[in-house]
């Protein structure tokens, strides 16, 4: 029923138009889930590239505003507890940039133009999928 859908709004109003979309395993639940997932990583990354220094602290910050309000007491002491072992920044960098032409600035000038440009591109994408979502009223 699926298959001729090509994009997260047809799904979703697949799943609208069939009153499917609180069942069990909907891909309507799903995708709100992965929308709340990516503006976490979104806002983390935004964080970074704003000045924070401290990838622990952009994190815990962007689970603030995103995460934190849809987890329980218990998930959130959890994400707590795992940011004592969240790497700096300084070991994510290579994670992110594996290598880089020094005549472009520095290992952390150039990614930070790269997430710039990754969440420029990220950020419209997550709104008109939340458009849709309170637009049809489903849960946020």
Not at 59 to 70: N, P, V
Not at 96 to 125: C, N, Q, W
Request: one cysteine or more.
């Amino acid at each position: 029923e699926y298959n001729n859908l090509q994009t997260i709004e047809q799904i979703v109003q697949f799943e609208i138009d069939n009153k499917t979309t609180t069942k069990k395993g909907s891909a309507t639940d799903a995708c709100m889930w992965l929308r709340r997932g990516l503006w976490l990583f979104c806002k983390f990354l935004l964080n970074v590239v704003n000045g924070e220094a401290d990838a622990k602290v952009a994190f815990s910050s962007a689970y603030d505003q995103t995460l934190s309000k849809h987890h329980n007491f218990i998930v959130r002491k959890v994400v707590n507890v795992m940011l004592v072992a969240f790497p700096s920044w300084e070991s994510l960098m290579p994670v992110f940039l594996t290598k880089h032409d020094e005549a472009e600035g520095t290992m952390k000038e150039v990614l930070m133009r790269h997430i710039k440009e990754y969440v420029d591109d990220m950020e419209p994408s997550l709104e008109k999928l939340d458009q849709f979502y309170v637009g049809n009223k489903l849960s946020w």
